[in-house]
């Protein structure tokens, strides 16, 4: 059952008993990530005076690492959230108009869209852009939060650097546990491969790349129920063959521990207008940032299943506050 209909903002309950401030703009941007400040900074130069809606999340992802290291024009490095905050004081520079505030519904129906927000605004804009990320999934030990930072990571092609010549773990099965298993092969000294079942879900060809290199051991039918260290991850429990008569404790020692069982795409609240694969990513047209909606643009890890990093979801946030710019002036 799809839970997420299509809403009538002038009807929902909330803005029938509360005082409604409605707002038209030309442009609105829906997160605060490296895609939706870059989106802010392309479309305030561009003169369509955004407003931003930070969501919870002001800064996105990046706020919650420690070093970027791979972010061009940081020689050195930088935390992730000065990072953030440099991409938000630039967009400020322009005039961006960044607010705090979580969109909670849409209406897409007509030329003009409708985003209400939890602060009982709705904002009418002539173009959307959504910005809204993806949420790695992990596997709720309590461990990954104690470790998060300290030895446990969702992303082996922003972290894997810091583990050269360790060991670590890869928890996954799929294609993206294949491929970061794989990478992560080329700079650590072992990689074990935590798969739940006997079989790899990942396609042949990345079976293949995983089967080949010697460094990567599978531990099939294993599921991790712990992780211990004293100052960071220092290894791992697993539980092997759980549920059968053969079930056994296992202990692993690793020093970095990668979760690599799919992403959650911020898109609940679009689906019931906006076209979106089996997982949540939203559809765009190849090489632009445009969507089955017209003026609705999709940027960043909300319409990235493949690469995720910050660099691409600041390119494709310029991108879509230049798509955004053609058809505001195609409008006129
Ligand atoms: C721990 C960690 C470390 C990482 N390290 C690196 C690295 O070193 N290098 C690198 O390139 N990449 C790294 N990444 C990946 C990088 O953070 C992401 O690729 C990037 O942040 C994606 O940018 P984005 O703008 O698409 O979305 P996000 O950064 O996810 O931002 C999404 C924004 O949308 C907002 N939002 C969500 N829902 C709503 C809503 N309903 N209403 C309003 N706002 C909403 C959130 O509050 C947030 O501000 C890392 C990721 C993680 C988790």
Same mark, same amino acid.
């Given at each position: 059952?799809?839970?997420?209909?299509?809403?009538?903002?002038?009807?929902?309950?909330?803005?029938?008993?509360?005082?409604?401030?409605?707002?038209?703009?030309?442009?609105?941007?829906?997160?605060?990530? +490296?895609?939706?400040?870059?989106?802010?900074?392309?479309?305030?130069?561009?003169?369509?005076?955004?407003?931003?809606?930070?969501?919870?999340?002001?800064?996105?992802?990046?706020?919650?690492?420690?070093?970027?290291?791979?972010? +061009?024009?940081?020689?050195?490095?930088?935390? @992730?959230?000065?990072?953030?905050?440099?991409?938000?004081?630039?967009?400020?520079?322009? @005039?961006?108009?960044?607010?705090?505030?979580?969109?909670?519904?849409?209406?897409?129906?007509?030329?003009?869209?409708?985003?209400?927000?939890?602060?009982?605004?709705?904002?009418?804009?002539?173009?959307?852009?959504?910005?809204?990320?993806?949420?790695?999934?992990?596997? @709720?030990?309590?461990?990954?939060?104690?470790?998060?930072?300290?030895?446990?990571?969702?992303?082996?092609?922003?972290?894997?650097? #810091?583990?050269?010549?360790?060991?670590?773990?890869?928890?996954?099965?799929?294609?993206?546990?294949?491929?970061?298993?794989?990478?992560?092969?080329?700079?650590?000294?072992?990689?074990?491969?935590?798969?739940?079942?006997?079989?790899?879900?990942?396609?042949?060809?990345?079976?293949?790349?995983? #089967?080949?290199?010697?460094?990567?051991?599978?531990?099939?039918?294993?599921?991790?129920?712990?992780?211990?260290?004293?100052?960071?991850?220092?290894?791992?429990?697993?539980?092997?063959?759980?549920?059968?008569?053969?079930?056994?404790?296992?202990?692993?020692?690793?020093?970095?521990? #990668?979760?690599?069982?799919?992403?959650?795409?911020?898109?609940?609240?679009?689906?019931?207008?906006?076209?979106?694969?089996?997982? @949540?990513?939203?559809?765009?047209?190849?090489?632009?940032?445009?969507?089955?909606?017209?003026?609705?643009?999709?940027?960043?890890?909300?319409?990235?299943?493949?690469?995720?990093?910050?660099?691409?979801?600041?390119?494709?946030?310029?991108?879509?506050?230049?798509?955004?710019?053609?058809?505001?002036?195609?409008?006129?």
């Amino acid at each position: 059952m799809d839970i997420f209909k299509r809403v009538d903002l002038d009807k929902s309950p909330a803005n029938q008993t509360n005082n409604v401030k409605t707002e038209r703009i030309k442009c609105l941007i829906i997160g605060s990530g +490296p895609a939706g400040y870059t989106a802010a900074i392309y479309a305030s130069r561009a003169n369509l005076n955004p407003v931003l809606y930070t969501g919870l999340q002001m800064g996105g992802q990046l706020t919650t690492t420690t070093e970027v290291e791979n972010y +061009p024009g940081y020689p050195n490095g930088i935390t @992730g959230p000065a990072m953030m905050d440099d991409f938000k004081k630039q967009a400020e520079r322009f @005039g961006a108009d960044i607010r705090f505030g979580i969109a909670t519904a849409v209406d897409f129906s007509d030329k003009i869209h409708r985003v209400s927000f939890d602060n009982n605004t709705v904002i009418e804009a002539e173009a959307v852009i959504i910005a809204t990320g993806a949420t790695a999934k992990y596997l @709720g030990l309590e461990s990954e939060t104690r470790y998060a930072g300290m030895g446990v990571s969702a992303c082996a092609t922003c972290d894997g650097f #810091f583990y050269r010549g360790k060991d670590v773990a890869v928890v996954g099965g799929g294609d993206t546990a294949a491929e970061e298993a794989t990478y992560l092969a080329g700079l650590c000294r072992k990689v074990y491969l935590i798969v739940r079942r006997d079989t790899l879900r990942a396609c042949k060809a990345m079976q293949n790349r995983v #089967f080949k290199s010697e460094n990567i051991e599978i531990l099939w039918e294993h599921q991790t129920i712990d992780l211990f260290g004293e100052n960071g991850v220092e290894g791992a429990t697993l539980i092997k063959r759980k549920g059968t008569p053969e079930e056994e404790i296992v202990k692993i020692k690793i020093d970095g521990f #990668f979760l690599a069982i799919g992403h959650t795409p911020n898109s609940e609240i679009f689906k019931p207008y906006i076209e979106t694969d089996k997982v @949540g990513y939203i559809k765009t047209i190849p090489g632009t940032s445009k969507t089955n909606i017209r003026g609705v643009f999709a940027a960043g890890d909300v319409q990235d299943p493949h690469y995720r990093q910050a660099v691409t979801a600041a390119g494709s946030g310029c991108i879509a506050a230049i798509d955004a710019e053609r058809y505001l002036s195609e409008l006129k």
